[in-house]
């Protein structure tokens, strides 16, 4: 098995190096082989996504990501920004399934913004489709308008739209990931306004006849942003499109007090996945050795889970992730009064340990 390790930019190259580290001690055989991307592969090759980082993600069973991205490249034409080697590796490897799981620790209770009575015990998933939508629609660009409110003024324009397959597959997604927790989906559109979201809701209507045993209901997204802070836990499976997944998934992470603990995997229909942190790459604290590397650490575990088929793996990372935050260790971002503050190095090497002391036990 090999995994294509890829830090990127920013606290990338900190919080990947504490994952490889605890997949280093669980003695498993796969190889892992590390290449850039984004901003640092600008630098070293010309382009944020060069070929051979994205040869070595094709031929990898799974790849390891950091983050991308810094205010450096803010001017760079856009085909060479940061951003565009996630997009390349979401497009090029068809990575049409986002999962975005929101949960809240029982520790870290307290350190949403919400009241800690409507995030206890919270775990919702978000599933987002991410290959098509109005992030990879076309024509897009820009143009002079020749008709709505200002006739010969320059404007740009994108377009959002969905197929029928790309809607049937992630619904399918949605439906079978129900199955395994409470059999509950939601999807989220804008079918009052928006005719590719009428038939996004149509269209997963139709897939839910096939799984009547899960019960799927619909809301307006504008909604969904108000469920999700008013009552989250009426939440379990949410699916819906590239960009509301995108905005709700960002809204999601907050209610579990810190971005830094939210893993995520993007899966082709191979199962060949990408996993990333749900957080970005943090210039602001890059290379003070403080980031969370614990969303980067459960990527990992959702890794062995649905890419390389080592269930027991993951829930060794997973146990580990949960004794060290209760002994009371915390990164900046989740730190509160009588919890020890420590840094990414150190998070890492406490997961490392409770994973080597479980080992033993057992
Ligand atoms: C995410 C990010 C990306 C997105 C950006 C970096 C292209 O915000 O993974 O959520 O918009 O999908
Ligand atoms: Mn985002």
């Keep these: 098995?090999?995994?294509?390790?890829?830090?990127?930019?920013?606290?990338?190259?900190?919080?990947?190096?504490?994952?490889?580290?605890?997949?280093?001690?669980?003695?498993?055989?796969?190889?892992?082989?590390?290449?850039?991307?984004?901003?640092?592969?600008?630098?070293?090759?010309?382009?944020?996504?060069?070929?051979?980082?994205?040869?070595?993600?094709?031929?990898?069973?799974?790849?390891?990501?950091?983050?991308?991205?810094?205010?450096?490249y803010d001017k760079l034409d856009r085909p060479l920004r940061p951003e565009q080697a996630i997009l390349g590796l979401r497009k090029h490897l068809g990575l049409f399934a986002n999962f975005r799981p929101a949960i809240c620790y029982e520790q870290l209770t307290h350190a949403s913004s919400l009241k800690p009575e409507l995030v206890a015990g919270l775990d919702i998933l978000i599933i987002r489709e991410l290959t098509g939508d109005i992030y990879f629609g076309q024509p897009r660009g820009r143009r002079t308008a020749t008709d709505g409110h200002f006739p010969g003024a320059e404007e740009a324009?994108?377009?959002?739209?969905?197929?029928?397959?790309?809607?049937?597959?992630i619904a399918h997604v949605a439906f079978q990931a129900a199955r395994k927790r409470s059999k509950r989906v939601t999807s989220v559109d804008k079918a009052n306004v928006l005719e590719t979201f009428q038939f996004w809701k149509d269209v997963v209507t139709e897939v839910g006849r096939e799984y009547p045993d899960v019960e799927l209901d619909h809301m307006y997204v504008d909604n969904a942003a108000m469920q999700l802070v008013k009552a989250p836990k009426r939440f379990d499976v949410v699916v819906t499109g590239n960009m509301f997944g995108d905005i709700?998934?960002?809204?999601?992470?907050?209610?579990?007090?810190?971005?830094?603990?939210?893993?995520?995997?993007?899966?082709?229909?191979?199962?060949?996945?990408?996993?990333?942190?749900?957080?970005?790459?943090?210039?602001?604290?890059?290379?003070?050795?403080?980031?969370?590397?614990?969303?980067?650490?459960?990527?990992?575990?959702?890794?062995?889970?649905?890419?390389?088929?080592?269930?027991?793996?993951?829930d060794r990372i997973e146990s580990a992730v949960r004794q060290v935050l209760a002994q009371g260790l915390r990164t900046a971002d989740i730190h509160s009064e009588g919890t020890t503050q420590v840094g990414t190095r150190d998070m890492g090497d406490a997961v490392v340990a409770a994973i080597t002391k479980t080992t033993i036990k057992s």
């Design 1 to 72: 098995m090999k995994i294509a390790v890829l830090p990127g930019d920013g606290i990338g190259t900190e919080i990947v190096a504490e994952a490889v580290k605890v997949l280093n001690v669980l003695d498993l055989d796969f190889e892992m082989e590390t290449a850039p991307v984004g901003g640092a592969a600008y630098e070293a090759h010309g382009h944020p996504l060069p070929e051979s980082t994205l040869n070595l993600a094709k031929q990898a069973d799974a790849i390891l990501f950091g983050a991308v991205g810094d205010w450096k």
């Design 157 to 169: 324009f994108d377009t959002m739209r969905y197929s029928r397959p790309e809607i049937e597959r």
């Design 248 to 314: 709700l998934s960002d809204e999601a992470a907050m209610l579990t007090g810190s971005i830094g603990m939210l893993p995520s995997a993007s899966l082709n229909a191979q199962n060949q996945g990408l996993y990333e942190p749900s957080h970005g790459s943090a210039p602001d604290i890059a290379g003070q050795g403080v980031a969370n590397p614990l969303a980067t650490i459960l990527s990992a575990a959702m890794m062995l889970r649905f890419s390389l088929d080592q269930p027991e793996a993951a």
